[in-house]
Nanobody
Framework: QVQLVESGGGLVQAGGSLRLSCAAS????????MGWFRQAPGKEREFVAV????????YYSDSVKGRFTISRDNAKNTVYLQMNSLKPEDTAVYSC????????????????WGQGTQVTVSS
C-alpha cells in the first residue's frame, strides 16, 4: 500500500514556474515508477510525465516536453514536477501516481493515486 500526497499547486501568471511535490508513505517507494497526470474541467485525465524506479529514465508528453521536468528522491520518498514557462492551457488538477509497470503512460497502469493539487495559470 502506498499513500501519496501532492503539494505545491497554486495560481501563477503565464510564463511563470511552479514545483509540485508528491510525498509517498511506506518503504516501497523505490519499487514503483512514478507518474504525473492532469485533468482540466470537462476533459479526460491526461498523462504528463513518468520516471523510472531509479530515476534514470523519464518520459514526457509532447505538450510539456522541454518545459516540465520530473525527478525523484528515493531517500525522501518524494517525486517532483518542475513546471516552467507555464501556459493557461496547463491549468488543471495535477495528480501523482505509482505504478509497478516500467514507464507507464496509461492511467489504468497506476494502482495508487494522490488526491491532486490545483494549478491555475492566468493569462
Amino acid at each position: 500500500q502506498v499513500q501519496l500526497v501532492e503539494s505545491g499547486g497554486g495560481l501563477v501568471q503565464a510564463g511563470g514556474s511552479l514545483r509540485l511535490s508528491c510525498a509517498a508513505s511506506g518503504r516501497t517507494f523505490s519499487t514503483y515508477g512514478m507518474g504525473w497526470f492532469r485533468q482540466a474541467p470537462g476533459k479526460e485525465r491526461e498523462f504528463v510525465a513518468v520516471i523510472s524506479r531509479s530515476g534514470g529514465s523519464k518520459y514526457y508528453s509532447d505538450s510539456v516536453k522541454g518545459r516540465f521536468t520530473i525527478s525523484r528522491d528515493n531517500a525522501k520518498n518524494t517525486v517532483y514536477l518542475q513546471m516552467n514557462s507555464l501556459k493557461p492551457e496547463d491549468t488543471a488538477v495535477y495528480s501523482c501516481a505509482a505504478s509497478a509497470t516500467v514507464l507507464a503512460r496509461s492511467p489504468y497502469e497506476y494502482a495508487y493515486w494522490g488526491q491532486g493539487t490545483q494549478v491555475t495559470v492566468s493569462s
